[in-house]
């Protein structure tokens, strides 16, 4: 007797971004290069970026924030007239990624445009002698590299996001035993407009981690996925995959209150009862965008006020391979990495009063212990 065949619908199998890595992980690796090794302290800093509305009055910044870096202490101030916005955000992220590319230039004193690239930064006092990270591009490829169309219109939205960044002033404090060792100023970046590109200078900071330094890897960075930022359409999700992208683990369920990530998309605590109510409404929505995205978890808890939040492996760097290689074949280090909290960056701490949230139906997972009103890392594993 003879069968046939099971019929076929004929259409090509849509192919995933994502890989499964070795078994004892069970996790998924992402393999391609579409990332940004971003310097953690600007994502995490309370307010730096934030979804802001079409049309609203422009509201000063003023956003302080600590970090450390290669062993040093550091304070910072960051000012501007106007509040810095999403499309910001995703602007600083891939000028990073390109600083990491071949699109930047390394610029010394010993080059011929040092001190005019100098100048346009702003730099003055400690580190304002330092080498420059300078990336040249066209506005039009910076709007698609972040996601636009090659329209007019969305070129000068870059070109505006451009400006409002290089009159974005940083203070910098290195701090010795509790006090202030060097102090220096610049601007968050230097910007040179020319016909048809841009001269974009990163502050040190950024520049310094987003290059390899002497042939190394990059140490001390937060890898941000621009494919992913590029497929969220809303701004509260995008804000809130590049926080997640920061302090999630790829290994093991972490557990963040609703009122925790309020203030971490929006920068502040909800100044009255129905702000806060609307808010919750869209992060709630931003969360099942984050969570839709390959790879990811990014879930309600089962109390209803809370998210429990688990990112994709990396594996686009020899380092980040070796890293979760070991993982995967060492079952002892795979429960290390599970009970093992990472901290990201030290940002400014605002007190925040936990609210009960109306429980929701979701996924049953292991019951972390939550701490809805601490300012401590609590996950799930």
């Not at 006092?125 to 007019?152: E, H, M, W, Y």
């Not at 040190?204 to 330094?213: I, M, P, Q």
């Amino acid at each position: 007797m003879q069968t046939s065949k099971p019929q076929t619908s004929g259409k090509p199998k849509r192919r995933s971004d994502q890989r499964r890595i070795a078994a004892t992980t069970l996790r998924h690796a992402v393999d391609y290069m579409d990332h940004a090794p971003v310097w953690p302290a600007p994502i995490c800093a309370q307010g730096l970026f934030r979804p802001t509305q079409n049309g609203a009055a422009a509201q000063p910044l003023e956003v302080r924030f600590s970090s450390f870096i290669r062993n040093h202490s550091f304070d910072y101030v960051v000012r501007c007239r106007q509040a810095l916005n999403i499309t910001d955000q995703s602007l600083y992220f891939h000028l990073c990624q390109l600083a990491a590319s071949s699109k930047e230039e390394r610029v010394t004193e010993a080059h011929g445009m040092y001190e005019t690239y100098q100048s346009v930064l702003g730099a003055s006092g400690f580190g304002a002698d330092s080498a420059l990270t300078v990336v040249k591009a066209k506005p039009s490829d910076l709007a698609a590299g972040i996601g636009l169309t090659r329209t007019g219109t969305n070129t000068q939205s870059v070109l505006a996001s451009l400006n409002r960044l290089s009159q974005t002033t940083m203070e910098r404090r290195l701090m010795t035993g509790g006090a202030v060792a060097e102090h220096g100023s610049t601007k968050f970046l230097g910007l040179l407009c020319f016909d048809g590109e841009v001269h974009i200078v990163l502050h040190t900071e950024s520049g310094f981690l987003a290059r390899k330094v002497d042939g190394e890897v990059h140490r001390g960075v937060s890898w941000i996925n621009m494919r992913e930022q590029r497929r969220l359409a809303g701004k509260p999700a995008k804000r809130l995959h590049a926080w997640l992208s920061a302090w999630a683990s790829p290994v093991e369920r972490r557990l963040v209150s609703l009122d925790k990530l309020l203030i971490k998309v929006w920068g502040e605590v909800p100044s009255t009862p129905a702000i806060r109510k609307a808010r919750m409404h869209t992060l709630r929505g931003a969360v099942k965008e984050v969570g839709e995205l390959s790879g990811w978890t990014c879930i309600l808890g089962d109390d209803g006020g809370s998210v429990i939040a688990r990112k994709p492996l990396f594996v686009g760097t020899p380092a980040q391979a070796a890293k979760n290689q070991t993982i995967a074949t060492d079952p002892l280090l795979a429960a290390d990495a599970a009970t093992t909290t990472q901290s990201v960056g030290t940002t400014t701490k605002v007190a925040a009063t936990p609210t009960k949230v109306a429980a929701t139906t979701t996924a049953v997972l292991a019951k972390p212990a939550p701490s809805l009103d601490s300012d401590e890392l609590v996950f799930a594993l």
